[in-house]
């Protein structure tokens, strides 16, 4: 059943998001560690079902690598705590409170419970994981920054999100490999500035909400099935703009937020920094155009009592969002002026 209608699990997804803002609107380290607990405690809820082995591993999975990074936060915020004179440790200690935070993200090189966890989730449980679980962590990471760790993690996010997402087949895992690739992104905006992580942020949830809520109604789980499917032309077409969006193609709404931050770094001189992140998207447009070529282009048997159809709200719906996809060009215009 899908989770607007379940009462319980209705409680659990307002537990969730209330405590985000515990978090991110306390005044203390100790109160942004007790936002972040609750926040695991009603995750896990949502994620496991009874009936269905893979979901109730994912759960056991994300509950033991968000406890240890827990652990590690608050061992970390103690030791702020008590050990503030020694400014020698200064430096240690904010590396501890970004690695336990770029942890609890699923952040390189901390990410190997991510894509295993995607693997066992619903696809709506997929975009809370890979939208909202990364607010709180945002936000606290940007109070207390080690530029010089982060930025080595930066790189790490948009080289491991590239290749990791090369051999993969199943889609959940491809959209898991391309959140740690946007994940590196959104690390340098929100160090260049709050307002411009807001921006990069709602776009980038607002792309992949379009695609998991395509997959969700398509009922897709593997690359596979995007091209056995007899699907409608449109569909594809959808499917083509939103998977070229996302790896941030100029036309497009996904390569606003990154235009902004390859002219930041250009500006700034950050040639090398640069050079990386912009070879990086390239790997990426080239799996998704894979996919998309794939998908466009393969001659398979159509069956006449095999298609697929979407009700008509659905498909309007999905429509629209494809269309605000494409106005980028519009909004870029804008900036230019």
Same mark, same amino acid.
């Given at each position: 059943?899908?989770?607007?209608?379940?009462?319980?699990?209705?409680?659990?997804?307002?537990?969730l998001?209330?405590?985000?803002?515990?978090?991110?609107?306390?005044?203390?380290?100790? @109160?942004?560690w007790? $936002? +972040?607990?609750?926040?695991? /405690?009603s995750?896990i809820?949502?994620? #496991?079902h009874? =009936? %269905? !082995?893979?979901?109730s591993?994912a759960?056991?999975?994300?509950?033991?690598?968000?406890?240890?990074?827990?652990?590690?936060f608050?061992?970390?915020?103690?030791?702020?705590?008590?050990?503030?004179?020694?400014?020698?440790?200064?430096?240690f200690l904010?590396?501890?409170?970004?690695?336990?935070?770029?942890?609890?993200m699923?952040?390189?090189?901390?990410?190997?419970?991510?894509?295993?966890?995607?693997?066992?989730?619903?696809?709506?449980?997929?975009f809370?994981?890979?939208?909202?679980?990364?607010?709180?962590?945002?936000?606290?990471?940007?109070y207390?920054?080690?530029?010089n760790?982060?930025?080595?993690?930066?790189?790490?996010?948009?080289?491991? @999100?590239?290749?990791? $997402? +090369?051999?993969q087949?199943? /889609?959940?895992?491809?959209?898991?490999? #391309?959140?740690? =690739? %946007? !994940?590196?992104?959104?690390?340098?905006?929100?160090?260049?500035?709050?307002?411009?992580?807001?921006?990069?942020?709602?776009i980038?949830?607002?792309?992949?909400?379009i695609?998991?809520?395509?997959?969700?109604?398509?009922?897709?789980?593997?690359?596979?099935?995007?091209?056995?499917?007899?699907?409608?032309?449109?569909?594809?077409?959808?499917?083509?703009?939103?998977?070229?969006?996302?790896?941030?193609?100029?036309?497009?709404?996904?390569?606003?937020?990154?235009?902004?931050?390859?002219?930041?770094?250009?500006?700034?001189?950050?040639?090398?920094?640069?050079?990386?992140?912009i070879?990086?998207?390239?790997i990426?447009?080239?799996?998704?155009?894979?996919?998309?070529?794939?998908? +466009?282009?393969?001659?398979?048997?159509k069956?006449?009592?095999f298609?697929?159809?979407?009700? %008509?709200?659905?498909?309007?719906?999905?429509?629209?969002?494809s269309?605000?996809?494409?106005?980028?060009?519009?909004?870029?215009?804008?900036?230019?002026?």
């Amino acid at each position: 059943m899908f989770l607007i209608f379940n009462s319980n699990k209705m409680f659990f997804l307002f537990i969730l998001i209330f405590s985000t803002f515990i978090s991110i609107s306390s005044n203390s380290w100790f @109160g942004c560690w007790i $936002g +972040l607990e609750i926040n695991l /405690l009603s995750f896990i809820p949502l994620i #496991s079902h009874s =009936n %269905n !082995l893979l979901m109730s591993e994912a759960s056991l999975k994300y509950f033991l690598t968000q406890s240890i990074a827990s652990i590690n936060f608050l061992f970390s915020i103690l030791m702020k705590m008590t050990l503030l004179k020694n400014f020698d440790l200064n430096n240690f200690l904010s590396i501890m409170i970004n690695s336990s935070l770029l942890m609890k993200m699923g952040s390189a090189p901390f990410h190997f419970w991510f894509p295993n966890i995607v693997e066992g989730m619903s696809w709506f449980n997929n975009f809370i994981l890979m939208s909202w679980q990364k607010i709180t962590p945002m936000i606290l990471l940007s109070y207390y920054m080690n530029n010089n760790f982060l930025s080595i993690m930066m790189i790490f996010n948009v080289m491991i @999100g590239a290749i990791g $997402g +090369l051999n993969q087949t199943s /889609l959940r895992k491809l959209m898991a490999y #391309s959140s740690i =690739n %946007n !994940l590196g992104w959104m690390i340098f905006a929100i160090m260049i500035s709050e307002n411009l992580w807001i921006f990069y942020f709602i776009i980038y949830s607002f792309l992949i909400s379009i695609m998991i809520f395509m997959f969700y109604t398509l009922n897709m789980f593997f690359i596979n099935q995007l091209f056995i499917n007899n699907m409608n032309s449109m569909i594809k077409i959808n499917l083509f703009i939103n998977f070229l969006s996302l790896g941030g193609l100029p036309p497009f709404i996904g390569f606003l937020p990154k235009w902004i931050i390859i002219n930041f770094l250009i500006n700034n001189k950050m040639f090398l920094l640069s050079f990386i992140f912009i070879m990086m998207s390239l790997i990426m447009l080239f799996f998704y155009i894979r996919i998309i070529y794939s998908s +466009l282009m393969f001659n398979y048997i159509k069956l006449k009592w095999f298609k697929i159809y979407i009700k %008509n709200n659905f498909f309007l719906f999905i429509n629209f969002l494809s269309f605000i996809s494409i106005s980028s060009i519009i909004l870029s215009t804008f900036l230019l002026f």
